[in-house]
């Protein structure tokens, strides 16, 4: 057996390992941090993993034209935006700046490969699966062991949500609300389903995820409990009524979670919050004078009287934009919830560099550099990279990379809308309703948050969602439905002409 064909005999393998080492990657990076060693060794672990991802698919590919043809474009889409960067700063730091490149397209990268190792072994769509199942446990166990030994770093300051040993908050509610679902649907199509063990590998995987989005403490991560639970339960009924009573279970299971909603950690911070920003907004409405009559007054008058509250609240933006910028980008607010909306703030600051770049229109096409995002002020360092990923992809690499991102993105989404559209019969199926779940969830929370598309270790689960978008619609083999099974065609009769 020559290499090749070793390669690809194995890659279902390759592809579970891939995926099963990522929360290990994660919990190294995090005690890196923690010891305050350098950065710069995880990276270059993630660059190994994705340079071996890269070179395994290569050498099996019959069509190693797409891997050039996807190097091209990306390396024709950087060199523009390098080009734009150092038009505005002939010091551009562009070390860095590469490296967060590297991070946005690794999503593309992995689908191709991904999609590569599909088409080259039959058992890759199971050890894709396997892969995100043993990822999913690894993080609960992490989770748990974090906490049972008091080292738990808590998802919010206020030592609320289980967040495990793991950096970003946003990327761990989008692993745990995009695996469980898929990892369910998964379970839900063994052909030893039915034997005790593994409906008890079921249920415990169920309840040991919906608790830890529930002790995790986010919003998004709550909506996953629901989205899973729910989704599913539909998923049941449309496809085997005779298990109605698993249906049953995941609704009863999401009506008592919404019934904890009041009483949940979430909410729990989310009062605290809301009690401490009702404090601050007292405090703020002190520095404000005539505060009633503020629609009535002039510009000059309502900067003047705006003045302390932001030097207080928005120091930061006061001391880069100036008084009149900042309340003008603010819209004379003294609302204390719109200081602190980090992530407006923040694509607020990414709009402002646009139309302060020397040339607007070519910023807009091909993105800013990173380390302008980057300010050092009197508060000290502030980082105003934006937390929407979309939005950030803009922000960074303009109109081009935005418009390329959406339409590589926007080909899987059109695969999963024409194969509903063609035959919905055949293509919906429990693996396909499990991983519409999880890809929703993936896209809600790059939307909402920057814990997808620019955090490797989110955005190699969304290239496994994507790549399995492309097997279930292109490569998967369905059985013929029987005859009994398909839906009556009716046809229009034709009348019979009269003599």
Same mark, same amino acid.
């Not at 967040?163 to 908050?169: A, V």
């Not at 839900?188 to 389903?193: A, D, H, I, V, Y």
């Given at each position: 057996?020559?290499?090749?064909?070793?390669?690809s005999?194995n890659?279902?393998?390759?592809?579970?390992?891939?995926?099963?080492?990522?929360?290990?990657m994660?919990?190294i990076?995090?005690?890196?941090?923690?010891?305050?060693? !350098?950065?710069?060794?995880t990276?270059l672990?993630?660059?190994?993993?994705?340079?071996?991802?890269?070179?395994?698919?290569f050498?099996?590919?019959?069509?190693?034209?797409?891997?050039f043809?996807m190097s091209?474009?990306?390396?024709?889409?950087?060199?523009?935006?390098?080009?734009?960067?150092?038009?505005?700063?002939s010091?551009?730091?562009?070390?860095?700046?590469l490296?967060?490149?590297?991070?946005?397209?690794?999503? !593309?990268?992995?689908?191709?490969?991904f999609?590569t190792?599909?088409k080259?072994?039959g058992k890759?769509?199971q050890?894709?699966q396997?892969?995100i199942?043993?990822?999913?446990?690894?993080?609960y166990?992490?989770m748990?062991?974090s906490?049972?030994?008091g080292?738990d770093?808590?998802?919010?300051?206020?030592?609320?949500?289980m967040?495990?040993?793991?950096?970003?908050?946003n990327?761990?509610?989008?692993n745990?609300s995009?695996?469980?679902?898929?990892?369910l649907?998964?379970q839900?199509?063994?052909?030893?389903?039915k034997?005790p063990?593994?409906?008890?590998?079921?249920?415990?995987?169920?309840?040991?995820?919906f608790?830890?989005?529930?002790?995790?403490?986010?919003?998004l991560?709550?909506?996953g409990?629901?989205?899973?639970?729910v989704g599913?339960?539909?998923?049941?009924?449309?496809l085997?009524?005779k298990?109605?009573?698993?249906s049953?279970v995941?609704?009863a299971?999401a009506?008592?979670?919404?019934?904890?909603l009041?009483?949940s950690?979430?909410?729990?911070?989310?009062?605290?919050?809301?009690?401490?920003q009702?404090?601050?907004?007292g405090?703020?409405?002190?520095?404000?004078?005539?505060?009633?009559?503020?629609d009535?007054?002039t510009?000059?008058?309502?900067?003047k009287?705006?003045?302390p509250l932001?030097?207080?609240k928005?120091?930061?933006?006061v001391?880069?934009?100036?008084y009149?910028?900042?309340?003008?980008?603010?819209?004379?607010?003294?609302?204390?919830?719109d200081?602190?909306?980090?992530r407006?703030?923040?694509?607020m600051?990414?709009e402002?560099?646009?139309?302060d770049?020397?040339n607007?229109?070519?910023?807009?096409?091909f993105g800013?550099?990173?380390?302008?995002?980057t300010?050092n002020?009197?508060q000290g360092e502030m980082?105003?990279d934006?937390?929407?990923?979309f939005?950030?992809?803009?922000?960074?690499?303009?109109?081009t990379?935005?418009?390329?991102?959406l339409i590589?993105?926007g080909?899987?989404i059109?695969?999963?809308?024409?194969?509903?559209?063609?035959?919905?019969?055949k293509?919906?199926?429990?693996?396909?309703?499990?991983?519409?779940?999880g890809?929703?969830?993936?896209?809600?929370h790059?939307?909402?948050?920057?814990?997808?598309?620019r955090? !490797?270790?989110?955005?190699?689960?969304?290239?496994?969602?994507?790549?399995?978008?492309?097997?279930?619609?292109?490569?998967k083999?369905?059985?013929?439905i !029987?005859?009994?099974?398909r839906?009556?065609?009716?046809?229009r009769?034709?009348?019979?002409?009269?003599v």
């Open positions: 057996m020559n290499l090749k064909a070793k390669l005999s890659a279902h393998i390759f592809i579970a390992f891939i995926l099963f080492i990522q929360p290990i994660n919990v990076s995090y005690w890196f941090t923690e010891w305050s060693m !350098p950065s710069s060794i990276l672990m993630r660059l190994g993993v994705l340079f071996i991802t890269v070179l395994y698919s050498s099996i590919s019959e069509k190693k034209n797409i891997y043809a091209a474009i990306m390396i024709a889409v950087y060199a523009l935006h390098a080009i734009v960067c150092f038009i505005e700063n010091e551009f730091a562009i070390v860095g700046d490296s967060n490149y590297i991070r946005v397209i690794q999503m !593309p990268v992995c689908v191709i490969c999609i190792l599909f080259h072994n890759t769509y050890g894709i396997f892969g199942t043993a990822a999913l446990i690894l993080i166990v992490v748990i062991v906490t049972l030994t080292t770093p808590h998802t919010y300051t206020d030592g609320k949500g967040l495990g040993w793991f950096n970003n908050t990327t761990q509610s989008a745990l995009t695996l469980l679902p898929l990892s649907g998964w839900l199509t063994w052909k030893n389903k034997k063990a593994c409906q008890i590998l079921f249920w415990a995987t169920v309840v040991t995820g608790l830890a989005m529930y002790y995790f403490c986010t919003r991560a709550y909506l409990i629901i989205a899973a639970s599913l339960g539909v998923i049941i009924l449309i085997n009524r298990e109605w009573i698993k049953a995941l609704f299971l009506i008592l979670f919404v019934v904890l009041p009483v950690p979430m909410m729990d911070h989310k009062d605290n919050d809301d009690e401490w009702g404090k601050v907004q405090w703020a409405d002190e520095k404000v004078e005539e505060l009633e009559v503020l009535k007054m510009k000059k008058e309502k900067i009287n705006l003045s932001y030097a207080w928005a120091a930061d933006f001391e880069i934009f100036g009149e910028r900042t309340m003008e980008l603010f819209d004379y607010t003294t609302d204390i919830y200081f602190t909306d980090i407006e703030k923040k694509i600051f990414g402002c560099l646009m139309e770049s020397s607007e229109f070519l910023s807009r096409l800013l550099e990173l380390a302008r995002f300010v002020t009197q980082i105003y934006v937390e929407n990923d939005h950030g992809i803009y922000y960074l690499y303009g109109i990379g935005l418009v390329a991102y590589f993105l080909y899987f059109y695969l999963v809308i024409w194969a509903l559209w063609k035959n919905a019969a293509y919906f199926t429990m693996e396909a309703g499990s991983m519409g779940i890809l929703v969830m993936c896209l809600i790059a939307y909402l948050t920057a814990g997808v598309l955090r !490797p270790d989110a955005s190699i689960f969304l290239s496994a969602l994507l790549a399995i978008v492309y097997y279930l619609v292109k490569l083999e369905y059985p013929d !029987p005859k009994k099974e839906k009556p065609k009716f046809r009769l034709k009348a019979k002409r009269r």
